[in-house]
């Protein structure tokens, strides 16, 4: 289990204290302790899924396919810098350039599965050489740091890596076992090997040591993504049974039996046989379904526009004026205000919807006004994020 320790204000592993005995449960625990990269994050968390799957050994390849495969949702789908960007709008991170280059090389969707993802890692493996021998330079040493100097045997954590390999190699043998240690062969085919020990410790705890990853790891990303919403859920693939859009189509469809909707991109009457109910700023940005960015669509225009950002000069005011025509019936008709309340529990938890946009008694120049003050910056940090325009013609 994962344990709040709240003189620290951190959250800890709890390991079973038996093995405190035989391994340095502590030194394990700072493997992720002030990286200078997410690389250490995903390293890792690949071993940790390796090692689920009773490997005794991994080569360098293969754990680097993993952390590839790990990282392509939050990369594609969602967007996410994995070590923040430079002044100059360069990517720094090593492992956010290997993804990117993979999906540029096999055009595989942001939901694309494991599988497909670790195929076409195989089938590109030659262009994605030069990425995955960067990727070897520091981590697989670097992430056994928090082991060094904490016995007899000392080094300067700054040596080489042929150094620093041969060091933990050496106090392996002499002092408590650590979770691997380094074979003899060259580049991408160099094998790290699992103590036996501490493979059963990771297989008894694999679900508490996940987690733990997992912690450390979102609060790496979101210190990165500052402006990212909801950026826990954006780790790894979501079931789109989590999106809860049913209220909201039945207070569309009440809309619709008592005034026509002009489609937002079509600028046609919205039919009730042919609509989506779709987010304005996407999903996969804002990973809520917040009545306020919720539109109905022409449903064959809906796949077009997919995980892209409409154009705001060009599609906002079309949108606000939908939005005002639901908040003027919801005020006048008790049945249209019955649905409405409906989206109480699932669509309607931002405070300054509830309490600004939706009240009574605002004009049509006072909802206009608080509707894009409050959606404006959303999308602007969707822009910045990287999520592409939808230029629709």
């Not at 100097?149 to 002092?175: C, P, T």
Request: glycine share 4%.
């Amino acid at each position: 289990m994962v344990k709040y320790d709240s003189q620290k204000v951190d959250y800890r592993l709890n390991i079973d204290s038996g093995y405190y005995n035989r391994l340095d449960i502590e030194g394990f625990s700072r493997m992720m302790k002030d990286p200078s990269y997410c690389y250490k994050f995903y390293w890792l968390e690949a071993i940790v899924q390796l090692i689920s799957e009773d490997r005794k050994e991994a080569t360098y390849d293969e754990v680097i396919n993993e952390m590839i495969a790990n990282a392509w949702y939050s990369v594609v789908e969602f967007h996410i810098h994995l070590s923040g960007i430079w002044g100059d709008g360069e990517i720094r991170d090593s492992l956010e350039k290997a993804v990117l280059k993979l999906h540029e090389l096999s055009g595989l969707p942001g939901n694309a599965s494991k599988v497909e993802i670790k195929n076409k890692i195989a089938e590109y493996d030659k262009e994605l050489h030069g990425e995955k021998m960067t990727l070897t330079q520091n981590v697989p040493y670097k992430a056994l740091s928090g082991f060094a100097n904490r016995y007899s045997e000392r080094i300067d954590l700054n040596s080489s890596a042929g150094a620093m390999m041969a060091y933990y190699n050496k106090i392996n043998k002499i002092e408590n076992p650590l979770p691997y240690t380094f074979g003899d062969q060259k580049g991408l085919e160099r094998k790290i090997i699992f103590h036996e020990s501490w493979i059963q410790m990771i297989q008894d705890n694999t679900v508490a040591i996940l987690g733990w990853i997992q912690y450390e790891k979102v609060r790496w990303l979101q210190n990165n993504n500052p402006e990212v919403p909801g950026l826990v859920y954006k780790l790894a693939l979501l079931d789109d049974k989590m999106r809860k859009l049913n209220h909201v189509r039945k207070l569309w469809e009440g809309i619709l039996d008592v005034t026509p909707i002009i489609d937002v991109f079509k600028n046609e009457p919205i039919k009730k046989e042919a609509y989506d109910v779709d987010h304005f700023i996407p999903w996969s940005f804002v990973m809520n379904d917040e009545l306020w960015n919720l539109m109905p669509m022409d449903s064959s225009l809906n796949s077009s526009k997919s995980n892209r950002l409409p154009q705001w000069e060009r599609f906002f005011m079309p949108f606000a004026k939908n939005q005002y025509t639901m908040y003027t019936l919801v005020h006048e008709k008790a049945g249209i205000r019955k649905l409405y309340e409906s989206c109480y529990r699932d669509n309607l938890h931002s405070i300054w919807a509830s309490q600004e946009l939706y009240r009574k008694g605002n004009s049509q120049e006072e909802f206009y006004e608080i509707l894009g003050k409050n959606m404006r910056p959303v999308y602007d940090s969707a822009r910045r994020q990287g999520y592409e325009v939808w230029n629709l013609v």
